[in-house]
T-cell receptor, first 112, second 112 residues
Framework: SQTIHQWPATLVQPVGSPLSLECTVEGTSNPNLYWYRQAAGRGLQLLFYSVGIGQISSEVPQNLSASRPQDRQFILSSKKLLLSDSGFYLC???????????FGSGTRLTVV | KNEVEQSPQNLTAQEGEFITINCSYSVGISALHWLQQHPGGGIVSLFMLSSGKKKHGRLIATINIQEKHSSLHITASHPRDSAVYICAVRSYSGGGADGLTFGKGTHLIIQP
């Protein structure tokens, strides 16, 4: 069966520090992968999506970047965090074709 | 860009009550998802539907494509149903892996 792993679960980082959040999927190949962010009091917002290794599309210009070094690995990064980067980050995947979304357990990031 | 509106934003009810959460969207879609987010933040996909009605246990989801409206019903509500319920739509696209547009969620509390 397919599973999705996301870590860490919580993270407190100072302003200006780097960020790396990792998401991996098991039990499937060539998934479509997504990074979403949920800011306090707001709905989920798509940040990045990827249809294959090295293929990244950005939905919202920001202080973040994403990479997909392997088929089932999706990484969200920042060189220098801002206070406004605080939020709840979720990784998700879908299969090829038309399938439901499966979400990771999320990372709660607090930038201080 | 699709606009997704949910109502009510907050709902408190007594155990056993019949619950209805509504979702409306502005642009034609290929699918609508109902998601459940528990206090820890993890998100679970409840339903994905593109027409008609689906039922799973005490949960029922309906969609009216012509009216661009969906409802999530909970029968015989229980305190463990307390969570944030999120509506998300997948719009038609000309290509690429489009993600979801999310409503802001309905915070449901079921009191014993």
């Amino acid at each position: 069966s397919q599973t999705i792993h996301q870590w860490p679960a919580t993270l407190v980082q100072p302003v200006g520090s780097p960020l790396s959040l990792e998401c991996t999927v098991e039990g499937t190949s060539n998934p479509n992968l997504y990074w979403y962010r949920q800011a306090a009091g707001r709905g989920l917002q798509l940040l990045f999506y990827s249809v294959g290794i090295g293929q990244i599309s950005s939905e919202v210009p920001q202080n973040l970047s994403a990479s997909r070094p392997q088929d089932r690995q999706f990484i969200l990064s920042s060189k220098k965090l801002l206070l406004s980067d605080s939020g709840f980050y979720l990784c998700a995947w879908t299969g090829t074709g038309f399938y439901g979304y499966t979400f990771g357990s999320g990372t709660r990031l607090t930038v201080v | 860009k699709n606009e997704v509106e949910q109502s009510p934003q907050n709902l408190t009810a007594q155990e056993g009550e019949f619950i209805t959460i509504n979702c409306s969207y502005s642009v034609g879609i290929s699918a609508l998802h109902w998601l459940q987010q528990h206090p820890g933040g993890g998100i679970v996909s409840l339903f994905m539907l593109s027409s008609g009605k689906k039922k799973h246990g005490r949960l029922i989801a309906t969609i009216n494509i012509q009216e661009k409206h969906s409802s999530l019903h909970i029968t015989a509500s229980h305190p463990r149903d307390s969570a944030v319920y999120i509506c998300a739509v997948r719009s038609y696209s000309g290509g690429g892996a489009d993600g979801l547009t999310f409503g802001k969620g309905t915070h449901l509390i079921i009191q014993p």
